[in-house]
């Protein structure tokens, strides 16, 4: 299973909105909504932003939305703030998970 | 709450094996379906594998197959993540995660070098 495809990088300024797309096949991000997002910080584990296409778990700010169209699916992250700065991972999860490559955000 | 903490740092020659421990609290690891992530120095994350409710099987990785194993033990509600024929690419951080990925242990170094 090939790893689902990101953009390396994005950015975005202070208050603005940024959308990380995670690319995938009709074998996986196309056939099921099952598809989560996860926001890691140097040095720290992975923290679960999204699940099951667009859910925000309890806890995560409503600034963070998730949708799919297709074998895309896309995470967006509104009104920036600094400490959105980090690497996002996207998964695609039916039996065998496939991770993104990642994308590392950057505020501006 | 879910806990997972993991064991600390090793240090492994190329072609040993190693033995990454998970140890599971505020919850029975029977409750849990456990999965191991690993993440090389600079690199993003990669599935090695994980326990399938939906089969009761444990399924890996096909890039891992024949490498790894996991085990768990529910007497001390913990999981254990086994490497063997290691190699100098081997060398990352080493993460358990229950199965939605929404707990994880703090990761643990394996660093193979000869």
């Known amino acids: 299973q090939s790893a689902l495809t990101q953009p390396a990088s994005v950015s975005g300024s202070p208050g603005q909105s940024i959308t990380i797309s995670c690319t995938g096949t009709?074998?996986?991000?196309?056939?099921?909504?099952?598809v989560s997002w996860y926001q890691q910080h140097p040095g720290k584990a992975p923290k679960l932003m999204i699940y099951e296409v667009s859910k925000r778990p309890s806890g995560v700010s409503n600034r963070f939305s998730g949708s799919k169209s297709g074998n895309t699916a896309s995470l967006t992250i509104s009104g920036l703030q600094a400490e959105d700065e980090a690497d996002y991972y996207c998964?695609?999860?039916?039996?065998?998970?496939?991770f993104g490559g990642g994308t590392k955000l950057t505020v501006l | 709450q879910v806990q997972l903490v993991q064991s600390g740092a090793e240090v492994k020659k190329p072609g040993a094996s190693v033995k990454v421990s998970c140890k599971v609290s505020?919850?029975?690891?029977?409750?849990?379906?456990m999965h191991w992530v690993r993440q090389a120095p600079g690199k993003g994350l990669e599935w090695m594998g994980g326990?399938?409710?939906?089969?009761?099987?444990?399924i890996y990785a096909q890039k891992f197959q024949g490498r790894v194993t996991m085990t768990e033990d529910t007497s001390t509600d913990t999981a254990y993540m086994e490497l063997s024929s290691l190699r100098s690419e081997d060398t990352a951080v080493y993460y358990c995660a229950t199965e939605a990925f929404d707990y994880w242990g703090q990761g643990t170094l394996v660093t193979v070098s000869s």
């Open positions: 505020g919850y029975t690891l029977t409750e849990l379906s």
């Open positions: 009709s074998s996986d991000v196309g056939s099921y909504n099952l």
């Open positions: 326990f399938d409710p939906e089969d009761g099987e444990t």
């Open positions: 998964c695609s999860y039916a039996g065998s998970r496939v």
